[in-house]
């Protein structure tokens, strides 16, 4: 499965977390779209098996660019600004999805569970032997994270199209960053950043107590 020419790099993709936090630590929700806009790109091109994945995170990333777009744009400028704007407007559903069922919180709520997952299985594409499962890296990372918010039907369906996961070596290419050993170093310099957005997101959450959204 060899990457296409003139395919896009995971380089640049995973560089958008990078660009999300500001010198105050603050979560610009600009470059974090777009790095899941790109993550989405690449789930897309690894086959249609994953489209029921690939729609729902892109139903997501649209409320969220519809909301960063409009009127109240400055307000969705940052993670921090959203969440005061939603609380002191009391814009969020906090028992049962009624007034507000998308709102901006209980949606990042569901990207930041999968950035979990997303960090999960680069550590362990990283840190995996060469001849390792991806197929198993993926599931045991969801399994560790995303598995305990989704009902028994959508975890069968993740974990049968987790079995279309080309080898590690495989996969390593069609991230587009050159050979293995390459790819790897990438990962090395990016899950730092993806660590600290999902750190910072977390502890805002937990100050809230946001982190079990309807
Ligand atoms: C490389 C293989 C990619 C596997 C992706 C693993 C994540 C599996 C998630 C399965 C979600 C199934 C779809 C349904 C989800 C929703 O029920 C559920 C809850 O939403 P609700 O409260 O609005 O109902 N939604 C969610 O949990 C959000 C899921 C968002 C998933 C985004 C996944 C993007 C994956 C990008 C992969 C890129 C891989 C790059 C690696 C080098």
Request: proline share 4%.
């Amino acid at each position: 499965m060899a990457a296409a020419p003139g395919a896009f790099s995971l380089r640049e993709v995973l560089a958008a977390f990078q660009a999300c936090v500001t010198e105050q630590r603050e979560v610009l929700l600009g470059p974090y779209l777009q790095g899941w806009r790109g993550l989405v790109r690449f789930l897309n091109g690894l086959g249609a098996i994953f489209s029921f994945i690939s729609k729902d995170a892109v139903t997501k990333i649209q409320i969220m660019e519809s909301y960063c777009s409009g009127e109240r744009r400055e307000e969705y400028r940052t993670l921090q600004s959203m969440v005061s704007y939603e609380l002191s407007r009391g814009l969020v559903d906090l028992q049962r999805r009624s007034s507000h069922p998308d709102s901006g919180c209980r949606t990042i709520l569901r990207l930041h569970r999968a950035l979990r997952w997303l960090q999960l299985f680069l550590e362990g594409l990283r840190t995996a032997r060469q001849d390792a499962s991806t197929s198993a890296i993926c599931t045991d990372s969801y399994n560790a994270s995303l598995a305990a918010y989704h009902p028994w039907v959508v975890r069968k369906a993740a974990v049968v199209a987790f079995c279309a996961l080309p080898s590690r070596d495989a996969f390593l290419e069609v991230m587009n960053v050159g050979g293995p050993e390459e790819a790897v170093e990438m990962l090395g310099d990016a899950l730092p950043h993806i660590r600290d957005v999902y750190g910072i997101t977390q502890e805002l959450y937990e100050q809230h107590c946001l982190l079990n959204l309807p």
